[in-house]
């Protein structure tokens, strides 16, 4: 088992983890993530139109004083596709430059995974300075996201005064004194106006999506620069966030699809993953996203429950001793998992003890 080869110390022979014979083999065993995990996790695609206003068509005074108004009208007009011209312009260069960013910030976090696969030293500090890097670059696509919003605001303004601009238009159409030209000129304003009211509208609506799809991206990458720290620290490769993770129907329903017993562990009361605290250092978070990944691959509306379990024995004191410092070790693996990605909602945590423990432990349970 791959676990063995780590020395991880757990509980009853690895107990459950990778899909051991002990518990029904409920989980498929992993050989390990690859990079081709992060691979997937690409920069979201942004929109590409290119909104140019078609123009305004030249009139003729016609020396009515609705003639006056439609010269007005078309003047506006012309200011405010001037307005969408500029503002398009701007929606490129931010577009570009987001591009750019999150290109070279995906780039940094590829790299580092692809240094992780293969193995590094714990805390390597070439590592945690690329990791700082990567935060300072996910840093510059949120202001990105900020630009692309003041950018959305100044064609809000534009869509009302276009909006505007086309009552007014409609309106002139009651107002006395005008000759059949006025009419038709209106008209020609009119139709340009609408145009120009779609095309913001869809400018509006295509830049709505590109802060929406930046705003889930920069969300998910938070998470995975978590994990990321986590392995950097540990020198091993775990994978993306489990913060990531889509949450699906409902959990009860989906462990009885796949044949397992519903919230509260495995038959028999047999946890996900057992840790042996028999020592200061005990490296088991490697051995622990591994199977909280099998876990949430089979069900991911699964949460879990982190019991400390302290040795009894006959003198109170020691026995309360014994439990307050598996406890410390059950808040270390809480710490863990919301590393990882795990919602701090689906997160139990609980102390007991057991004659059968000499030392202190850490069971992690699916709920």
Not at 35 to 62: C, D, H, K, R, W
Not at 96 to 118: C, F, P, W
Not at 158 to 168: I, K, T, V
Request: aromatic fraction near 6%; hydrophobic fraction near 40%; proline fraction near 5%.
């Amino acid at each position: 088992m791959p676990l063995r080869k780590r020395h991880v110390v757990l509980a009853a022979a690895l107990l459950a983890l990778a899909g051991c014979d002990s518990v029904g083999n409920p989980f498929p065993s992993l050989s390990g993530p690859s990079s081709s995990s992060y691979a997937a996790n690409q920069p979201p695609q942004l929109g590409n139109t290119y909104f140019e206003p078609s123009g305004v068509s030249p009139g003729s005074p016609t020396g009515t004083y609705v003639g006056q108004k439609v010269q007005g009208f078309r003047a506006e007009l012309g200011e405010l596709q001037g307005a969408i011209r500029s503002q398009n312009e701007q929606l490129q260069t931010v577009r570009n430059k987001t591009i750019q960013d999150s290109q070279a910030y995906h780039e940094n976090v590829a790299g580092m995974n692809a240094r992780l696969q293969v193995g590094t030293t714990p805390g390597n500090p070439v590592l945690m300075n690329r990791w700082e890097q990567a935060q300072g670059q996910l840093n510059t696509i949120n202001d990105d996201i900020i630009l692309m919003n003041q950018l959305s605001a100044q064609i809000t303004t534009s869509s009302a005064m276009a909006n505007y601009l086309l009552d007014s238009v409609g309106a002139a159409y009651s107002l006395s004194g005008a000759v059949d030209e006025d009419h038709r000129q209106l008209r020609v304003v009119e139709d340009e106006t609408q145009q120009t009211v779609v095309l913001i509208e869809r400018l509006l609506n295509e830049l709505s999506q590109d802060i929406a799809r930046q705003q889930q991206y920069v969300g998910n990458e938070k998470q995975n620069l978590n994990a990321l720290a986590l392995a950097i620290k540990n020198g091993q490769l775990y994978g993306t966030s489990f913060a990531n993770r889509p949450i699906l129907g409902n959990a009860n329903a989906q462990m009885a699809a796949s044949g397992l017993p519903g919230p509260g562990g495995f038959a028999g009361g047999q946890p996900l993953v057992m840790v042996r605290f028999d020592r200061n250092s005990v490296d088991y978070e490697t051995a622990l996203y591994e199977a909280v990944n099998n876990a949430l691959a089979r069900y991911p509306n699964a949460g879990f429950q982190v019991v400390a379990v302290g040795p009894a024995v006959n003198a109170v004191g020691q026995s309360t001793q014994n439990t307050a410092q598996a406890r410390l070790y059950a808040e270390r693996v809480v710490r863990s998992l919301q590393s990882m990605g795990v919602d701090p909602n689906r997160i139990g945590l609980s102390a007991t003890t057991s004659a059968s423990a000499q030392f202190p432990e850490v069971h992690v349970l699916v709920r």
